[in-house]
C-alpha cells in the first residue's frame, strides 16, 4: 500500500494547544474509522506554519477525501518512493 506525506498549511501551526492538537487528532481519526481501514494515519510532524502528516492509503483521491471530510487543508500531497535513513550508508 502507499504512503504519502501530506502539507498542510496552517499558520502558527507550532502555537498550537495541546487541546487544539488534541481536537485535530480526534477528527482525523473520526474520519478515519468512517473511511475504513484501508487508510492510516501514522504520524505527523508540527512545524511553526505547516503540519507533515504519513499516511498510508491506496491513492492520492483518499488521502484527499479525508482532508475534505476532516475540513483539513491538503496543500500538496506526495507518494513517498523510497525511505532511507542512516543505514542505508551501511
Known amino acids: 500500500m502507499p504512503k504519502f506525506i501530506i502539507e498542510r498549511e496552517i ?3 507550532g502555537k498550537l494547544s495541546p487541546e487544539q492538537l488534541l481536537a485535530i487528532s ?3 481519526c473520526g474520519v478515519l474509522r468512517e473511511m475504513g481501514p484501508q ?3 501514522l504520524q505527523s510532524f508540527v512545524t511553526d506554519d505547516k503540519i507533515y502528516c504519513v499516511y498510508i ?3 492520492e483521491a483518499a488521502v484527499r477525501k479525508h ?3 476532516g ?3 491538503a ?3 506526495s507518494q513517498i518512493r ?3 535513513d542512516p543505514t542505508t550508508a551501511e
Open 57 to 59: 492509503a491506496p491513492d
Open 82 to 84: 523510497t525511505v532511507i
Open 11 to 13: 499558520p502558527e501551526a
Open 39 to 41: 487508510i492510516q494515519w
Open 26 to 28: 480526534q477528527t482525523s
Open 71 to 73: 475540513g483539513f487543508p
Open 67 to 69: 482532508a475534505q471530510m
Open 75 to 77: 496543500n500538496r500531497i
